[in-house]
């Protein structure tokens, strides 16, 4: 069963929610609001990270292979206070990503920063990522001005093994005790990190659900997940099962590659 979006699926979907986010900051009291799951963040930090984010990606996607970062991370010293110039930088600088993406089509070669997951070095991947982060950050805005919404079906479906894929995956050495932890989304997929000397390593899990019981499972809706995993609900708002701890040291792990 395949829950990635096609390519031009996922460049929609960029596009459909960075609307939405600029559609919170539009709504907002005032630029200074802060942002609960980013508390030093106020919605101007916000916009001005996402839209830095957009324009550094376009220009790594734009400059093809590399074994390092081709441009520094965007500066965005340039983003406006005003409200109004603000929003129209923002959405500059996801036409902007959105042509370095198109241009480039999926499979395309590019610098990234997960060289050692499970996830490929191109530009596909990259619009798959982008569409995660945009997601999570239109929730983060929504939050801010006090209309949280579900994350779309679509990013949220992929949202979970794309994160295992990208961030969890790794050779780096496991420093505790070897673990499995599963993560079951309601709407009937599953996935299992499995935990070693030898790094972590996340699997799609049969529907038929004959697979050997894991030491911890989280359960809920697919967005719901995702959010768990980005840090912006809390793990045990999720239905949880097994050792618990295994959550905290997961989110407190940072592998060395």
Sequence with gaps: MRNTPEFSGLLRLIDERAVAFRAAVSSASSLDVRVPPCPDWTLFD?????????????????????????????????????RDALLAWSAESTRRLLGALREAGPDAGCWTWWGASASPRTSGAVARHQVQEISVHTYDAQLAVGDPRPLPDEAALDGVDEFLS??????????????????????????????????????????????????????GAAGELVLALHGRVPVDSLELDGDRRLFDLLYAWEPED
């Design 46 to 82: 916000l916009a001005r990270h996402l839209g830095g984010g957009h324009r550094f990606w376009a220009a790594v996607v734009g400059a093809g292979p590399a074994g390092a970062p081709p441009v520094e991370r965007a500066a965005v010293s340039d983003a406006p206070r005003d």
């Design 166 to 219: 990208t961030c969890c995956t790794t050779t780096s050495a496991w420093p505790h005790e070897p673990a499995v932890v599963d993560y079951h989304a309601t709407e009937g997929l599953s996935w299992r990190l499995t935990l070693s000397a030898d790094g972590a390593r996340a699997t799609r899990l049969p529907a038929s659900g004959a697979a050997p019981a894991a030491d911890a499972a989280a359960r």
